[in-house]
């Protein structure tokens, strides 16, 4: 018995790597098609959305770097389809060097797609992406006040006053909405002077890490709701009604949870079945 | 000397800290001015970090590869990478020359997405191995309190995902109602409001307190460190 337990508790660790990696793989070629459920937290995000009516105006956030972009894109394209579908108006911005580029392949990859199915969007007027600016919470505190003045132009360079889906707006408390897509803790700078200052509504689109951190803010009622990792990702995408990148990764994700979880228990099994081995001897 | 050096950055300090403070509760000129400057103020500055933060980068790894340390020639990779990224990024992109500047099609644009995000995506990816290893290893139930985390951990993590909501499922459905509170998800929702909430909103307001008294102790001039030195 004590040699099975120190066989198992000096497995190699290759194995262990090499079964997490078939765990990974597996899923991806060969989807297990799960069932989603939607938790209240991800259906606080979609409703928020849903009361919306058609032409206002949302902003939505992109505060995470290019490592948080498996888990994060798949939720800013859920949030995005959703508000362009209702006729939402959507503006973006980063407040991270980082973020910006994933801000504007996101554009890239709506403005695309609208117009491959016949709906083409007309940027300045149907949504505008006015990229990264410096500043972290002097920015926001200066959004507030002035949200032209602030960004003056947009990532491509264009005047800020001069497009029309900005035209009514004078600082950040005009927006209906705001969606903070990040993987640190930037949601709450937004709380602290977006939400606390200016009084914006506010929903989160967190990396798995970061969600349970927020909480307490949802609680606060600071959130309207959090979409949390690729399973908070998986559930907007089954609210919206198709199965995206995150719904596919939740099956790689699923079968590498009860991996760990596998390894946990049989990790504790030969440390318990050691110590009583040891006991007995 | 000891006036420019010590004495009037403490001053500006005091004046600055105060009056923000001020301002915060005070929305009307004179403070209403003053916080909107200092912000505007603010935001610029932070557009100069960035520079403080190339020079120290270049003069760390110029002293690296002149004195030809251990790992001098990763210091000349971040050279060649950081010149190339910067030149493609910093001249402007127009129709005529996509490649240049930070827009998609340029060359800035492929680092971002083909080296930095792959890169980036790797290294984060990689946790997933590392934790699964360390789980097997030291996640033990040697104590109570490393029991209650193991326990509360394995909930959470099934909890999260299908199969946990299928086998929640099966038990309320075909076991008995009466058990919908050991639904994973149900737990996991409870773990999730209750005990981190509470933890997080004690940690936040500890650390709440400890910015203030932080922040009073340099704006007093008792905490010095940030000017260097004592």
């Known amino acids: ?281 | 000397m000891s006036f420019f050096k010590r004495r009037l950055p403490l001053l500006i300090v005091l004046f600055t800290g105060i009056v923000m403070m001020i301002s915060y509760y005070v929305p009307h000129k004179p403070f209403s001015q003053f916080w909107d400057g200092a912000n505007k103020w603010y935001m610029l500055i932070a557009g100069f970090t960035m520079v403080l933060g190339v020079v120290s980068l270049v003069r760390n790894h110029y002293r690296k590869i002149r004195q030809g340390k251990q790992g001098f020639g990763y210091s000349i990779v971040m050279f060649i990478a950081m010149i190339v990224t910067a030149v493609f990024g910093v001249i402007p992109h127009s129709e005529s020359s996509p490649i240049w500047g930070n827009r998609s099609g340029s060359v800035f644009m492929w680092i971002f997405d083909y080296i930095n995000t792959a890169a980036a995506g790797t290294v984060y990816s990689l946790l997933a191995f590392y934790i699964a290893s360390a789980a097997y290893r030291a996640f033990r139930v040697r104590t109570l309190d490393a029991t209650i985390m193991l326990i509360t951990a394995l909930i959470v993590m099934i909890g999260r995902v299908p199969y946990g909501e299928m086998f929640s499922d099966f038990l309320t459905n075909s076991i008995g109602k009466g058990l919908v509170f050991l639904r994973l998800d149900n737990l996991t929702s409870f773990f999730l409001n209750y005990p981190v909430v509470a933890t997080r909103r004690a940690i936040t307001l500890g650390l709440g307190l400890a910015t203030i008294s932080t922040s009073l102790r340099v704006i007093l001039g008792i905490e010095k460190t940030y000017m260097g030195g004592d």
């Open chain 1, 1 to 281: 018995m004590l040699k099975l337990a120190e066989k198992l508790l000096k497995i190699d660790r290759r194995i262990i790597y090499a079964l997490l990696a078939i765990a990974i793989i597996i899923p991806i070629l060969h989807p297990l098609n799960l069932p989603v459920q939607i938790t209240d937290e991800a259906r606080g995000v979609y409703n928020e959305i849903e009361k919306l009516p058609p032409g206002s105006k949302v902003i939505l956030t992109f505060d995470y770097e290019p490592g948080s972009r498996p888990e994060v894109d798949p939720m800013a394209l859920a949030v995005m389809r959703h508000c362009l579908n209702r006729k939402l108006k959507v503006v973006g911005i980063s407040y991270l060097e980082l973020g910006r580029g994933n801000g504007e392949n996101i554009f890239n990859i709506i403005q695309k797609e609208f117009e491959e199915k016949g709906a083409p969007l007309v940027y300045g007027e149907d949504l505008a992406y006015m990229g990264f600016k410096p500043g972290y919470s002097a920015m926001i505190l200066n959004l507030g006040k002035d949200f032209k003045g602030t960004c003056v132009t947009d990532y491509k360079g264009l005047d800020a006053y001069s497009m029309p889906i900005l035209k009514d707006i004078e600082g950040l408390g005009d927006f209906k909405y705001l969606v903070c897509l990040h993987d640190s803790s930037q949601v709450n700078t937004w709380i602290l002077y977006g939400f606390e200052i200016v009084g914006i509504r506010i929903g989160a689109c967190s990396t798995a890490v970061m969600a349970p951190g927020i909480y307490a803010n949802l609680d606060a009622g600071q959130l309207t709701g959090i979409v949390g990792g690729l399973k908070g990702g998986s559930e907007y995408e089954k609210l919206l009604g198709y199965r995206g990148m995150a719904t596919s990764g939740m099956d790689s994700q699923t079968i590498i949870h009860i991996l760990i979880v596998f390894f946990i228990l049989l990790g504790n099994f030969a440390y318990l079945l050691k110590e009583h081995s040891m006991k007995k001897l």
